[in-house]
């Protein structure tokens, strides 16, 4: 299985927007105001450098996956030992995705659809690409639906430029102040650092390992770049205070859209291409996820893992009792204080300052 770096770039741009233009712009617009959209330009030169650690981290060990260089770096038994909080990580995001996108979707197109035939829906193109294509199949996915997916969400934010208004976007910093700007970077960058753990385990697969530290720069800069146009197009739509209260600001802006009394309707054409990036993301997550246990256990068919991670996905987002528990309280109370400083940042410096150590010293006996 290879990536190509082409693919390695679409990949991670669509890996990003999907889930974080849905769950990000509210709570960042809460604390930033109309200054949102620099938080998330901020956001992204912050997951760009977490990035560029967890890529130069893999570098040192090419062709090896994070199982497997850890081990390396820190021994067999603690080596594996500290990859247990990133299972942990694969594990309870899977379901919090299929949770969120299928009460999303459920919310705008299939209201009073059972909840168990949307999560199926969300979940046979994943399994069946992750079992088929394994991580080279969904990076063809992601080289040819990557494209058509930035530039319809380019082609809404153009044609929403009619009801924008850029005095709800001003003053710039004078309301917000640097504290609640940097406040408001938080809630996007928890997701965008995720490319972070994703490069962990797939930098090996790309062919072309000295393009793969600029394409995974581009792809989370891409990301980055249409994130904070989408949360200013919803500032100049509605303006901060009612954006703030909004479930998902950026939807509610393209409902908006009417032009020449002709092009109007377009969410659910959107709502079409936004489920074709979060595919891509679960279909990364269950390869990862998969793929990573059957190294840890020393399984050799590692599509076997598939079956069992994908049930475990459906039973634990069925165990959610409502949207604000898997949209809000899991980011809130495990994913930001937890998952983001230990897995983001914390484990990977540790491991690549430990790494580097160890390979100079290999270099001078």
Known sequence: MKLSSRQILWLLATFELGMSILLT???????????????FLLAGAAAIFITVVSVKLSLLYPGLTFIEFSQSILGKWLGKII??????????????????????IDMIMFTRTPLLLILMLVLIPVIYVTYHG?????????EIVGPIIFFAFGLVLLL????????????????SGRINILKGAIPPLAFLGESSTIL???????NDQKKVVSRALWGVGIASFFLSLSVLASLMTFGPHLSAKMWYPFFE?????????????????????????????????????????????????????????????????LS????????????????MP?????????????????????????LKL
């Open 25 to 39: 712009a509210s709570p960042s617009i809460m604390d930033a105001k109309q200054d949102a959209w620099i938080s």
């Open 83 to 104: 990859v247990i909080p990133y299972f942990i990580q694969w594990y309870s995001v899977i379901p919090i995705i299929l949770r969120q996108a299928s009460d999303f």
């Open 134 to 142: 394994g991580i080279q199949g969904i990076g063809r996915c992601s």
């Open 160 to 175: 929403g430029v009619i009801n924008m208004d850029v005095n709800r976007v001003l003053p710039v910093y004078a309301d």
């Open 200 to 206: 962990l385990m797939l930098t090996c697969f790309v």
């Open 253 to 317: 802006m393209i409902r908006y859209i009417s032009f020449m009394e002709f092009i109007q309707n377009l969410e659910s054409i959107i709502v079409i291409v936004w489920f074709l990036s979060v595919c891509i993301k679960l279909s990364v997550y269950l390869f990862i996820t998969s793929y990573g246990t059957a190294q840890w256990l020393h399984i050799r068919q590692w599509k076997i893992m598939i079956w069992f991670v994908a049930l475990a996905g459906i039973i634990l987002a």
């Open 320 to 335: 959610y009792n409502n949207i604000v528990e898997s949209s809000i309280d899991y980011p809130k109370t495990i994913w």
């Open 338 to 362: 937890y998952i983001f400083p230990i897995n983001f940042v914390g484990i990977p410096l540790v491991l690549y300052i430990v790494g580097t150590v160890k390979k100079r010293k290999r």
